[in-house]
């Protein structure tokens, strides 16, 4: 196991890691396809409500989200976990996931990647946010919160105000609930 270790660690020369090697979960370095074609997430991992122990060291803290959220925690799963929450609350969409992965040297493809994003987005890791009919960018920030889409650089960003409310909403069809409300406020420069 100890060659798996340092496998995944030199991935991220140059980027904050453990400090102990011993705190680096174990992986199962003979997933081959199954990542794209597992079933993903396991209803009675996800309906026993386990919490994960954060701890502060990315490798544990990935690894506990994933188990907590009942994904097995793949080479892959691993290493695109340690690019998206890593580094905080961020907006990325499949295509810029993939190329920091690229530019990480992780071995996986843009499909692997969209599964992958997909599964962390059904498991509650992810929240999935749409721009418009062709962009989309999955949120690291599951929590309540809407917002502002910088048209002229292609960013998504958090909206500051936690209050902001909506002040009427429209009666719902029988049958159906209000699931979410995602408010995008587009902006461009001033001209």
Known sequence: MRK?????ISF????????????????DMN?????????????????????????????????????AAGLRPTRQRMALGWLLFGKGARHLTAEMLYEEATL??????LATVYNTLNQL??????????????????????????HFYLENNHELVDIPDPHLMLSKMP???????????????????KR
């Open 4 to 8: 798996t270790c340092i496998y995944l």
């Open 12 to 27: 991220y020369i140059g980027q904050e890691y453990c400090q102990s090697y011993s705190v680096v979960p174990e992986v």
């Open 31 to 67: 997933d081959q396809a199954s990542d794209v074609n597992d079933d993903g997430i396991d209803p009675a991992a996800r309906a026993a409500g386990h919490q994960p122990a954060l701890t502060g060291c990315p490798w544990h803290d990935v690894n506990e989200m994933l188990q």
């Open 104 to 109: 990480a040297k992780v071995p996986v493809s």
């Open 121 to 146: 987005t059904d498991a509650g890791l992810l929240r999935q946010v749409s721009v418009d009919g062709t962009k989309t960018y999955f949120d690291t920030n599951v929590t309540a919160h809407h």
């Open 171 to 189: 009666d719902v069809p029988e049958g159906y609930e209000i699931a979410r409300v995602d408010m995008v406020v587009r902006l461009r420069k």
